[in-house]
């Protein structure tokens, strides 16, 4: 059995003797009291939380079985150390110009208290009415676990876990409002005055009604003793959230249905995470019985719970990212580096082979454009951009969406058949703890400030499909349902995958009955990629070499340049967003002739082009324009960046124009000799200026370089 006492004494001398060894910025190895100056902080009002590591407490003497017993019985080793905490705490070196009410209360308690302890020295009932340290404390204090302790998936805690640290990884999918938790309640005598303080260590707690003093007893012989009342005022509360964490899908068995558990959050811990964050969180597994009229059924069955000590993030958003100095460094010397944009095109899923416009298209919609707010009525321009991807099986439009939710610091990835309207938006119910209606998220709300890639999307029923065009466009979710109307945020980026209607694409018919999609909802995408799987001998033989050597090394191929990684993708797109390009007046002649000669380009072509360009295709212009400058780290759109949105517009409605082309396709330079040509021609004169023809060419989806290999 273990000595409490020893154990006290060894966690005192732990927090006064425990030196950390850090390394500052000129490399230099700096010793420090670590938990002494935590203290002193803690004295000071500069600091809340207080933080014990256990790879601490390891390395302070090497004791294996007193951070085993820590592990172990985590809650009584907290009391412990909190104890040992108020034992130890220093004076504050520093003075406090206004007393808060805490102060005040505090130090009138602690005088009338001293009173009362010496006239109800001879009372019989006592009930913590010592001044309870929980009262004094302003820390809260959390015991982390060790850097090697492995997270557990949720179906892997056992009963043999209960009371002991115990380290899981999941997905949050509910998260209550933050309300106050009682810790101490304080009540007052109407009759004698007596201050009274109770200790609430529990969800539920039984309120004390009678007075206990001796001295209202005494006074009030043969009458009933005082009522207490309980002061919310002198109470401490402290903030109370409860979560709901779900396994992750890789963690799922095959056949079963995820496994859930709620979190209960306590103070500093609260607001840190939203629906749909992947996070791990460390704390104690603990059973709580059942209440109310589930206790009658479940008989001697208790649920289970994790009170958390800490909660780590592992896919913060755009906004949240903190970006170290060397890191910002090396996101600007790559903003300047030779075809920045190519490279991080070229970085995304670099196993699958080709698909070179749909990835920097991608890319773009993962830097998005700037959402403008009016500031007169107040309305909003979407800035998030939306992309479908239509093409036959096989071309790698599921292993695309999985990737970009990879990348993404928040993507969720969904179904088409498996999804429903409510689903995807948002569904009503009834909250355990208040017993209140609440909406719960869907995909959408849970992709919110991010990217939800929906596969299948041409396999949707038509009603659930319909539930999102407000979001596509308006970027919100109204919802009126059981009693609740209000309005969710759901600004998220749409990114789609959809087969044709007859499974591969039939060239017999036209686009329209190919895509089997209303147009309402065609038009709200930005961008709208037609994959064809076409049989050609030499792009063939090199997406069968490119696979056979992925199989075979388990990599991608060595391209020219050093592949970045998932994580410096994330920096560099949540240092692009911080920048906010605005279209210089002078590029507003050029953007709109664009617009314009697209429109008469498609009137041209109407009964064939398989599109539309509409007013939403203007929008998409300047937000992919937009994306372009913030790839360049510019705040300032350049007549390269709409020239980029052009041709990649172009390209997307080029897949879908010559989706009925058997031939093999035209070599660049040819095309391009061919405009010249036919400008020459229709212009009647044989000198042609370079300014004149390299607009056309680049409306075809060409590049200045290529203009320039074949002049």
Do not use: W
Not at 360 to 377: A, E, F, I, N, Y
């Amino acid at each position: 059995m273990a000595d409490y006492q020893d154990e006290a004494e060894k966690c005192e001398r732990f927090l006064q003797e425990f030196v950390s060894l850090d390394r500052n910025e000129e490399g230099d190895v700096m010793s420090s009291m670590k938990y002494v100056d935590m203290l002193q902080a803690v004295a000071n009002r500069t600091r809340i939380t207080f933080d014990i590591s256990l790879d601490d407490v390891y390395a302070h003497d090497k004791d294996e079985a007193f951070v085993r017993k820590i592990e172990n019985n985590t809650s009584r080793y907290t009391r412990m150390f909190s104890s040992v905490v108020d034992k130890i705490l220093p004076l504050p070196e520093v003075t406090f110009e206004d007393d808060d009410v805490r102060d005040v209360l505090l130090d009138h308690r602690m005088r009338q208290n001293a009173q009362r302890q010496a006239q109800d020295a001879g009372s019989s009932i006592r009930l913590n009415d010592a001044f309870p340290r929980e009262l004094l404390r302003r820390y809260e204090l959390h015991i982390l676990p060790r850097a090697s302790t492995k997270a557990l998936p949720l179906r892997a805690i056992k009963a043999t876990h209960i009371g002991h640290l115990v380290v899981v990884r999941g997905i949050i999918i509910r998260v209550t409002q933050v309300k106050p938790h009682l810790v101490v309640a304080t009540y007052t005598c109407d009759e004698c005055g007596l201050e009274l303080f109770q200790e609430v260590t529990a969800r539920q707690f039984t309120p004390v009604n009678v007075c206990p003093s001796k001295t209202c007893s005494a006074s009030q012989a043969g009458k009933a003793r005082g009522k207490l009342n309980m002061q919310n005022r002198g109470s401490k509360f402290i903030k109370f959230q409860e979560v709901r964490v779900q396994e992750l899908t890789e963690h799922v068995p095959i056949g079963h249905i995820p496994r859930s558990m709620k979190v209960y959050l306590r103070g500093e811990l609260t607001r840190q995470c939203t629906a749909g964050d992947v996070v791990t969180i460390s704390g104690l597994f603990l059973p709580t019985p059942f209440t109310g009229y589930k206790a009658l059924r479940a008989g001697l069955i208790a649920d289970t719970y994790i009170e958390a000590m800490s909660v780590h993030q592992h896919k913060k958003s755009y906004a949240d990212y903190v970006l170290t100095p060397e890191l910002v460094g090396r996101v600007q010397r790559e903003a300047q580096s030779r075809d920045i944009y190519g490279r991080l095109a070229r970085s995304l899923a670099p196993e699958i082979f080709g698909h070179t416009d749909v990835k920097k298209s991608l890319l773009m919609q993962m830097v998005g454009g700037v959402t403008r707010t009016m500031p007169g009525d107040g309305m909003k321009i979407r800035g998030d951009i939306n992309i479908c991807l239509m093409g036959d099986p096989g071309v790698a439009k599921s292993q695309l969406l999985k990737h970009i939710c990879t990348v993404a610091p928040r993507g969720i990835y969904t179904s088409g058949k498996g999804s429903s309207g409510v689903g995807l938006t948002a569904a009503v119910l009834k909250d355990p703890v208040t017993s209140e209606f609440v909406l719960e998220g869907g995909a959408l709300v849970l992709a919110d400030m991010g990217i939800c890639c929906i596969d299948e999307f041409d396999k949707m029923e038509e009603a659930d499909r319909t539930s999102i065009h407000e979001v596509m466009e308006q970027q919100t979710i109204s919802i009126a349902k059981a009693g609740i109307t209000t309005t969710l945020n759901a600004r998220t980026s749409i990114l789609a995958a959809a087969n044709p209607a007859y499974g591969r694409y039939n060239p017999n018919k036209s686009p329209f009955e190919n895509f089997n999609l209303p147009a309402s909802l065609l038009s709200r995408f930005d961008l709208m990629f037609l994959i064809i799987d076409r049989p050609d001998m030499e792009s063939d033989r090199m997406m069968a070499e490119h696979v056979a050597y992925v199989h075979q090394h388990g990599r991608h191929p060595t391209l020219d340049f050093d592949v970045f990684d998932p994580e410096f993708i994330r920096s560099y797109i949540a240092q692009a967003r911080r920048v906010e390009p605005h279209v210089p007046e002078e590029l507003t002649d050029y953007i709109v002739n664009a617009y314009v000669s697209m429109r008469g380009e498609e009137n041209q072509n109407s009964a064939d082009t398989g599109t539309y360009t509409t007013a939403r295709t203007l929008l998409g212009l300047l937000r992919l324009a937009q994306a372009s400058a913030r790839m360049r780290l510019n705040g300032v759109v350049a007549q390269e960046d709409v020239d980029e949105a052009m041709r990649l517009m172009h390209m997307s409605k080029a897949s879908i124009q010559n989706s009925r082309r058997t031939t093999a396709p035209v070599d660049p330079i040819s095309d391009i000799y061919s405009t010249i040509r036919d400008f020459s021609a229709a212009s009647g004169n044989v000198t042609i200026q370079y300014s004149d023809i390299l607009p056309r060419v680049l409306a075809k989806g060409r590049t200045q370089q290529q203009l320039n290999e074949c002049l």
